[in-house]
């Protein structure tokens, strides 16, 4: 019997049982694909992460990324988490890791920093969405409003139509009219069926990335992917980084923007998510994704 160990982390939040959690294998050497889709069903999570040794010695890690059903190539939260959880941890497969990380991913390389307290315990950690901004087709309020239990009134598209956008995950980014269509909102998984069958090309799952401003560079926000069995994610950060990043198409963009994202209010986890924006020369270059965890379980896994 292999005993695999394992950290769970509260993610975008200082507060434990807020946030989004995380399951974080820290050596998942000698796993195969499948046994690490089955572990991260086990724990049920948005999303697992597993850590191995890197195929260039230059990086830290290769991650791996997994919700219950899927591999992802990207996904906000599982950085963020992992992040924090490598510095703490200090090493890696026998080599010391510092407070510029490099991890490899199917979506590219994701660079972080990591922040600390005075007394060396980690303060927070920084990463860069691997990709670049890609905005595909759009979608009517008529298509997109059944599939939240919403109606058509209540799409905001006096900025935008509902939108397909991705600097690494693809999410359909759809503004709402106010803090009531947002509470009310909710996946229905038949139209979304149905809506991704109507947008084959945009080879997406159709997630559904809800907002609504809540103050100068503030939003609210909630995130569906019933597709990939995840009813609603607490704090979703490569949709919001997609998000910061499609804003900036909208208006002249400043040199440095920042914006928070304040996402799962509704499920009790409260969760805030920072992005830094950043255009060169009039044009979006990249977007940065700033958070907070704390530690919640270690353990052991039975193989």
């Not at 979506?107 to 927070?124: C, F, K, P």
């Not at 939240?148 to 999410?171: C, D, N």
């Not at 106010?178 to 009310?184: C, K, M, Q, V, Y």
Request: net charge negative; with cysteine.
């Amino acid at each position: 019997m292999r005993n695999l160990p394992f950290i769970t982390v509260d993610v975008f939040t200082d507060t434990r049982f807020a946030g989004n959690p995380l399951a974080v294998i820290t050596d998942g050497r000698d796993l195969m694909e499948a046994q690490m889709q089955a572990i991260a069903a086990e724990f049920g999570y948005s999303e697992t992460s597993f850590i191995l040794p890197p195929r260039d010695p230059a990086n830290t890690a290769e991650v791996r990324i997994f919700t219950p059903i899927t591999e992802v190539p990207f996904a906000g939260h599982p950085n963020v988490g992992t992040a924090h959880v490598v510095a703490t941890l200090g090493s890696l497969f026998g080599r010391a890791v510092g407070d510029r990380l490099r991890f490899e991913e199917k979506a590219g390389l994701v660079e972080i920093s990591v922040r600390r307290h005075e007394d060396g315990t980690v303060a927070g950690t920084t990463i860069r969405a691997p990709g670049p901004l890609k905005i595909g087709s759009t979608v009517t309020p008529e298509a997109i409003a059944p599939c939240l239990g919403l109606h058509p009134e209540q799409i905001e598209t006096a900025r935008h139509a509902p939108v397909f956008a991705s600097v690494g995950l693809k999410f359909i980014l759809v503004e709402v009219t106010d803090l009531e269509a947002l509470a009310t909102a909710a996946a229905k998984i038949e139209p979304v069926l149905a809506l991704r069958a109507a947008n084959l090309a945009e080879d997406c799952d159709c997630a559904l990335f809800l907002y609504t401003p809540v103050g100068p560079d503030h939003v609210r926000a909630r995130m569906f992917a019933p597709i990939d069995n995840v009813a609603e994610d607490p704090a979703t950060g490569s949709a919001s980084a997609a998000l910061g990043a499609f804003l900036t198409t909208l208006a002249p963009p400043e040199a440095h923007r920042r914006l928070r994202i304040e996402q799962g209010v509704e499920m009790g986890r409260r969760s805030l998510i920072d992005l830094d924006v950043v255009s060169v020369g009039g044009v979006f270059d990249h977007v940065t994704i700033t958070g907070t965890s704390v530690e919640v379980m270690r353990g052991t896994l039975s193989l």
